[in-house]
């Protein structure tokens, strides 16, 4: 009797000093910021076709930042709705926090993953292979990245609130498909058997809530390429991912019904995507639908491409599909209970200079102990062919000369062979471009990569500088699993195209076989084998204080050249006005179908409206009430010059009525910007008549 009773006392002490120690766990802050550079005139950066250039906007890009603070470390990790991170981008932000928050960030703590879609504003890279299909380093967009980037954390920690940490995973089945099937499969048996499938199906999520279980933001990761708009698609958008995080952010900010403006942030991350698609329905040869050969992805006759796509009709679908699938996974997950985060947090970087690494690599077939190093950047021949899920980064063939590109033509000519050296260090890839080699006018890709490893609780984050393939991640997180003795795969987390990128990493079995992903491999068959060195290395100083920071990545912001003219000016045709509505909403529209509007407008380079709009769905209720944005699902902005000479434009505006509408009048508003001959840039606005939605 007495002794249960002080027993009961003892538990209810426990939970006491439980609950006291939550509340002091983590101060947990989340922002979301608009990253949306130029919508229109600028190519696309991730098919890297000098064609795809955007248009208009059907989804907006965001910044996603996640403040993690343990009472004396901090820790952030940033998500951007772009195609990669640059060192040279990633230095801009780090330069600002400081400029604000002295030495609360800094390298070593701040980490930012791109969520690799394709269909966002290129320019921004520096190195000069990855701008070059962009016609150059292009300001804007790199500028709109930074103050997004740099808003979204500064909105993070602004609101950083007690907070609590849970872990999740699960399997999320028909979302992913392997894109180089037969470069896995060189891997070896052994090794395969000790998984389910050819890429990886988890998802694991950190899910933050505040001390009363309120929602405050989540973190997914699922190893997915954002490629379900393919390189005909000219708006803007997050693709897949993108569009998975509007829907989590909607269902979690009911009353906040605009989209990117918070409270609750939901970021749905990269990781190693490398040979991941999400075209699931998988290669088919374009025309007659015919397979396409498995090893070298041609078609008969070598008369079509063979692309990817699905599961749905068209691009759209698709996307909407595969979003939906990963937005389902995660609530799930969400509504689940997990594991609850405890513990220190710990974060370290180290920029390596990857030629001159150097390991020791155990031959999985023969079981030969190698001495391996690293090698001058150099992309093989297959990189010119693509991939399933697009044709080649320049649409050039081999021996062939760039189409429509002046600044890739004037270059040509000085175009390096490879060394002696190189051709022996690169080993089977036939060198196409060796990068490393070729210093006119600058630097082509990074020598010198970020790493960067954080610990919060028993949760690894590795931040890679690139695309790891599916198996290299898996080794990778093996590799740390054992290095810092975790007890789960899911320990380990792999946050892919982060802070820097090199390019794809594949296994050395993988290099073999030359796909586009080995093609692309820069530093050599070793490469993975050198980064897991690497990794090991910062797991091991995880704890200390002292880290050579190693050596620094050249400053490239003197050397940028642009080929994209600026805009010249805008004006109207005779007797018209900008912001006129030259196409007006029907009276009487049914929910399901679209409307479709025009305006007189300017070019929307002139002012990108970040945090803001091009457009507003109005509703009267009394007043007028903005119930969609340029950022939302069901509207698109449609941009087109119709005279370059007069420089005279227009600009569509759709909106799909979706079902949860309610009936009553509405409008439907543009908001432009021109600019004089003289340079002056004004402000417009152009509103359509009333129309009524009817069920
Ligand atoms: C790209 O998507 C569009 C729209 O869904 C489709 O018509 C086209 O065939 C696709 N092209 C390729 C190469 O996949
Ligand atoms: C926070 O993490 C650091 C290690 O990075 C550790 O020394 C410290 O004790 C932790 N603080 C709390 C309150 O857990
Ligand atoms: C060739 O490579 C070896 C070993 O990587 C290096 O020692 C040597 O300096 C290189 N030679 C040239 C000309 O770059
Ligand atoms: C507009 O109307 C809505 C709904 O009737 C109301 O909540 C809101 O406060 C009004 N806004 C202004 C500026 O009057
Ligand atoms: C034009 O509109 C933008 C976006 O709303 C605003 O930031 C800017 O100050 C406006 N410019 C002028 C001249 O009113």
Known sequence: MENSRSFRLFFLLLAFTNCFSYTNAYKIGVGIADVTGPSAGVTFMGYANIEQKGNGIHLRLFSRAFVIDNGSKKFVFVSVDCGMIGSGLRKQVLRRLQQKYKDIYNENNVMISATHTHSGPGGYLMDFL?????????????????????????????????????????????????????????????????????????????????TNNKAIGMISWFAIHPTSMNYTNRLVSSDNVGYASVLFEKKMNRKHNLIGKGPFVAAFASSNLGDVSPNIVGPRCQITGVECDMHTSKCPGNQEHCVAAGPGNNIFESTKIIAERLYKKAFELWESKGEEITGSIHSVHQFVHMPSQSTEYEDPNTGEKLKVHGCLPAMGHSFAAGTTDGPGLFGFKQGETMPNNPLWNALTNTIATPSENQTKCHGIKPILLTTGEMNFPFEWQPTIVSTQL?????????????????????????????????????????????????????????????????ASTIYG??????????????????????????????????????????????????????????????????????????????????????????????????????????????????????????????????????????????????????????GQIENYTGTTQVFKVVK
Not at 595 to 620: A, C, D, M, Q, W
Not at 634 to 640: A, H
């Open 454 to 518: 954080a610990r919060i609780g028993n949760i690894v984050i590795a931040c890679v500088p690139g695309e790891f393939t599916t198996m290299s991640g898996r080794r990778l997180r093996s590799a740390l699993r054992m290095k810092l003795q975790l007890q789960q795969d899911t320990d380990v987390i792999i946050a892919g195209l982060c802070n820097t990128y090199s390019d794809y990493i594949t296994t050395p079995e993988e290099y073999q076989v030359q796909r586009y992903e080995a």
């Open 130 to 210: 990855f701008d070059v299909s962009v016609l150059g380093f292009i300001s804007e967009t790199f500028n709109a990245l930074v103050k997004g980037i740099v808003l979204s954390i500064e909105r993070a920690h602004k609101h950083q609130i007690n907070g609590r940490i849970f872990r999740t995973d699960d399997t999320l089945l028909n979302t992913n498909i392997n894109r180089s099937p037969t470069a896995y499969i060189q891997n070896p048996e052994s090794e395969r058997l000790k998984y389910k499938y050819d890429v990886d199906k988890h998802m694991v999520q950190l899910k933050f809530v505040d």
């Open 525 to 678: 068959p070793y490469t993975l084998p050198l980064y897991i060195k690497q990794y090991e290395l910062l797991a091991s100083m995880l704890e200390s204080d002292e880290i050579d920071p190693g050596p620094s990545p050249p400053d490239l912001t003197k050397h940028l050249i642009s080929f994209l003219p600026p805009v010249m000016y805008d004006s109207t045709s005779w007797g018209t006005q900008f912001g006129e509505c030259t196409k007006q909403p029907p009276a009487y529209v049914r929910v399901g179908n679209t409307v479709s509007v025009k305006f007189i407008s300017g070019h929307p380079r002139n002012n990108l409206r970040l945090e803001s709009t091009y457009l507003t769905v109005e509703l009267f209720t009394g007043n007028w009430t903005v119930i969609a944005t340029d950022a939302n699902w069901e509207t698109m902005f449609i941009w087109e010059r119709i005279s370059f000479l007069w420089g005279t434009s227009e600009v569509e505006i759709r909106w799909q009525v979706q079902p949860e509408v309610k009936n009553g009048y509405y409008r439907i508003r543009h908001f432009g910007s021109t600019k004089s001959v003289y």
